[in-house]
Nanobody, 120 residues
Framework: QVQVVESGGGLVQPGGSLRLSCAAS????????MGWYRQAPGKQRELVAT???????NYADSVKGRFTISRDNAKNTVYLQMNSLKPEDTAVYYC??????????????WGQGTQVTVSS
């Protein structure tokens, strides 16, 4: 069993900052990619940022230059530093981890989500 747990959401004013954390735990060999996705009311879930095991990153155009994804492999944790937040960043943010369960077997796991609200 693999668990993915997010933390760090909350209410922030436009222009403010938040830092999200996500930790993976359980029975797996290693973690390949970890990433953040978000879903706003009435919209589909969308990619925010991902990071591979060798620190290659990918960002949605809407967050480039404002958000930074990083990971601590020793802690099986990924972070999302969000700066210059806008009201349109308001959403539930979900963490995703792709892990190696055993030889040539991978699994993808989601966290329960954390609410980020950007409002004055």
């Amino acid at each position: 069993q693999v668990q993915v747990v997010e933390s760090g959401g909350g209410l922030v004013q436009p222009g403010g900052s938040l830092r999200l954390s996500c930790a993976a735990s359980g029975r797996f060999v290693s973690i390949y990619t970890m990433g953040w996705y978000r879903q706003a009311p009435g919209k589909q879930r969308e990619l925010v940022a991902t990071i591979t095991s060798n620190d290659n990153t990918n960002y949605a155009d809407s967050v480039k230059g404002r958000f930074t994804i990083s990971r601590d492999n020793a802690k099986n944790t990924v972070y999302l530093q969000m700066n210059s937040l806008k009201p349109e960043d308001t959403a539930v943010y979900y963490c995703n981890a792709v892990v190696s369960l055993r030889l040539e077997v991978r699994g993808a796991y989601w966290g329960q989500g954390t609410q980020v609200t950007v409002s004055s």
